[in-house]
């Protein structure tokens, strides 16, 4: 994913300086062995220090995020953040993230790469009732994308809060080494309607169903694309918001000194709180659990 995100400013015809850091980095680097004239580009392996940065992409796993973030901005000023999911594996680190947050004044933006709220800006559903929904899944998915379902959910219920809630959920490993998956069913409940997840779908497309009093919706997602149909007629089509294509876009809104400082975390602080309800929940049905 953090190639995903760098690909979208070295594809740009806009000109950058770049800093990319990781393990690999000379893996990194011999792929990207051919410079373009429009960026200039350093490869590190071990974080770089007193620099100034407009923007800063940390693609970590979520175990080690919170300790990276911490000497990310120690060593550096960061003016705008964009963090992947799912953000920290400890309760704890949550509130202590909030806490660092307000000793970097300079810091004007956090935002954290999810696709929930993106699909409800696209889909515009107006409900006339409370509705009933199903979100299925591709096998051994549903714990990897239960942040970008919740995002989903509480646009839908207008930022209310909600219950989640397990059936039959089995403890199963994930495709990444030493992280943990579920298998079973994830209900999300509220008194505006209830989502219901599984990984069983027969078919080989990811579904969204809802459906109110009026109307019913499902939304599939295919290729890289989305499908809007309403009571089966195809209404809408839009890209999946692939990172090499919108990360770029991200940090020139970012840079807009109109917008407050306030607005420029809420998007932050809302998937930090649903993060942060999901670790508490799996950590309330296994002993162990670590999420990718």
Known sequence: MGLSHFESFYNSKN????DLCDLNIKKIKKRYINPTPTHKLRFFKNMPKNNNYDLVVLSTNSRERYQILKKL???????NLILEKFLFNKVEEYSQFKKIIKKYPKLR?????TWGNYIFRKIGLRLTKNFIASFSLGKNRIATNLIHI???????INNKDFEILGKNLSKIKSKRKSYSEV???I?????KGVLKINDKTKSKYQLFKLSDKKNIYTLQFNNGKFYLFKNKKLIKTFDFPMARNFTENFFKKSLNKNISKNDNFNNYYKISDLSEKILIFFKSKFKKFDLT
């Not at 000109?15 to 770049?18: F, G, L, P, R």
């Not at 933006?109 to 790469?113: E, P």
């Open 187 to 191: 209900i999300l409940k509220s008194n």
């Open 15 to 18: 000109n950058y300086n770049i």
């Open 73 to 79: 901005l120690r060593l550096n000023i960061v003016n």
């Open 183 to 185: 298998n079973g069913e």
């Open 150 to 156: 919740c995002d989903l959910y509480s646009e839908l």
């Open 109 to 113: 933006a956090i935002n954290v790469n």
